[in-house]
């Protein structure tokens, strides 16, 4: 889990950045990534492994560029009829793929995901949530039994993460060492 990254990592999320994607402040797209010479992906994987170990983060690949998008069908005289859509750094979220790939298949393989959760999950989606709430609710209708369901909306979820409580939670599944270090940098 803790060390360093392969190059056949870094091929690996290379070869699925999305192309036509807006860069960062820094000015890197995802096409110049994709086309660095075999020596320049040595030391970008150098770079990442350092920023792993040691934590630091280069201040430019925490900070947007926010790009405020019109909902349609909205006042436009309203701040609330735009959604804000920030561009990262295309070198940052590459690593942050890294990391993410390199955590998805520690929790996979140790099973610390439960199975109701469909969010952020490769191969998941909403209607396997929705699939057992709908054949529950038509046993009940077979049975003459009531089914109570209870929906709740966070708006902005991802924006009231406690990060605290996120980073204890994964220390307590056994995120730790220069992972640990690099994504409570990252937050």
């Known amino acids: 889990m803790n060390k360093n990254f392969t190059q056949h990592e870094l091929d690996r999320a290379i070869q699925d950045l999305k192309?036509?994607?807006?860069?960062?402040?820094?000015?890197?797209?995802?096409?110049?990534?994709?086309?660095?010479?075999?020596?320049?992906?040595?030391?970008l994987l150098q770079l990442y492994n350092t920023t792993c170990t040691t934590g630091n983060i280069p201040q430019i690949w925490?900070?947007?560029?926010?790009?405020?998008?019109?909902?349609?069908?909205?006042?436009?005289?309203?701040?609330?009829?735009?959604?804000?859509v920030g561009l990262l750094s295309c070198l940052g979220k590459t690593m942050e793929r890294m990391v993410n790939t390199r955590m998805t298949w520690y929790l996979e393989k140790n099973n610390i995901l439960v199975e109701e959760q469909a969010g952020f999950q490769r191969g998941r989606c909403t209607e396997d949530q929705i699939t057992p709430i709908a054949q529950d609710i038509e046993d009940g209708f077979q049975e003459k039994k009531h089914t109570v369901v209870v929906w709740i909306y966070m708006a902005k979820a991802f924006d009231r993460v406690w990060r605290d409580g996120l980073l204890f939670k994964l220390k307590d599944n056994g995120i730790s060492g220069n992972m640990f270090k690099w994504t409570e940098q990252y937050l």
Not at 67 to 84: C, T, V
């Open 19 to 43: 192309l036509k994607k807006s860069p960062g402040e820094d000015g890197v797209t995802n096409e110049m990534i994709q086309h660095l010479g075999k020596n320049m992906k040595k030391k």
């Open 62 to 84: 925490k900070e947007a560029i926010m790009i405020p998008i019109y909902k349609q069908g909205k006042d436009k005289k309203k701040p609330e009829s735009y959604r804000p």
